[in-house]
């Protein structure tokens, strides 16, 4: 527990934009909400790769195949910066993996739909790393430093990332009838589940407030929500394709678009893991952490290998000396 005086100065340090630091005196509350937020951001790149690496053995050509294995190393990395800024507020990363496979953490749910066909590797370039990158510019100013560090590096990352999706979509919105209509079907699946990974609407999150006043989130779900439509809708023209939204309309009073509601029961199940592919992706997920079990062990061998090398050397140095 934090005293009356200490309370008061970490918020006073909040409110003048100097960064909380691991060592630093917290609210427990502070640190759960930052854990959360990481662990939860990490597992989301991680999972993440799963619906787009299916799609690197089948990319049409040898420079779309380079671009995405380059995209899904990318998000694997982005998983290891943010499970090691999680780290320094004092959770072991073999926990937060323990939370992710047991399903009690949780990861962004729009890794939860399928990958269908090859647009839709473009439409989750565009739409899906678009909408992360709105809400990770905004958390490159959040309070705590080591997740704000993490995130500036990440977010150039993600700018490519958006790039590449919005110009694989470009050469399709440019081809044969197919391919504009596959392109068409992608956007049509993938544009209601990017709105919906703003999270609830401000008036239904209960971290909010809170979290805004500790600079953890510098903007609301639903504001960001609205600069995501706001962009979609600009640059959907230039690929001649719609949205699907019959309610998407330039509101010039407000000089922001209109836009339909979002299926919100269709939200909370597969936030509760009824998603069309929850189980898949957590399946696979285990798999490859079991897999992955003789590297985790030859990393230990190796560093036990070199401590007692570097230890003997030691030994021997100050022997002769
Ligand atoms: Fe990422
Ligand atoms: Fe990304």
Request: aromatic share 10%.
């Amino acid at each position: 527990m934090l005293t009356h005086d200490t309370a008061f100065l970490f918020q006073q340090k909040i409110d003048n934009e100097i960064k909380i630091e691991p060592k630093d005196p917290m609210p427990q509350a502070y640190r759960k909400t930052n854990i959360r937020q990481i662990s939860q951001h990490a597992h989301s790149e991680i999972v993440g790769m799963l619906p787009e690496a299916n799609w690197i053995s089948r990319a049409p050509s040898l420079k779309r195949k380079a671009i995405l294995l380059a995209k899904v190393q990318d998000e694997a990395g982005h998983g290891l910066y943010l499970y090691a800024a999680a780290e320094t507020l004092g959770i072991h990363r073999d926990e937060m993996i323990n939370d992710l496979h047991s399903g009690t953490a949780k990861y962004s749910s729009i890794f939860n739909y399928p990958t269908l066909t090859w647009a839709d590797i473009g439409a989750i370039g565009w739409l899906v790393d678009g909408a992360a990158i709105l809400n990770q510019v905004a958390l490159c100013r959040t309070s705590y430093g080591p997740y704000a560090r993490a995130l500036v590096r990440i977010c150039k990352e993600e700018s490519f990332h958006q790039r590449q999706g919005f110009d694989a979509l470009l050469v399709l919105s440019k081809g044969t009838l197919q391919q504009k209509e596959m392109c068409q079907d992608a956007i049509n699946r993938w544009w209601w589940p990017s709105l919906m990974m703003f999270g609830p609407r401000d008036s239904e999150s209960t971290n909010n407030d809170q979290s805004i006043k500790w600079k953890i989130k510098r903007k609301t779900n639903d504001e960001l929500r609205q600069s995501f439509v706001n962009m979609a809708a600009e640059q959907v023209k230039v690929l001649g394709m719609t949205l699907p939204d019959a309610a998407l309309k330039w509101n010039e009073e407000s000089k922001q678009y209109n836009f339909g509601e979002i299926n919100w029961e269709e939200f909370w199940n597969v936030v509760k893991g009824k998603g069309p592919c929850n189980k898949q992706r957590l399946e696979a997920r285990k798999k490859a952490h079991e897999e992955g079990t003789w590297v985790r062990e030859a990393a230990i061998a190796y560093a036990e290998k070199k401590r007692l090398f570097t230890d003997t050397f030691k030994k021997g140095a100050l022997e002769i000396a």
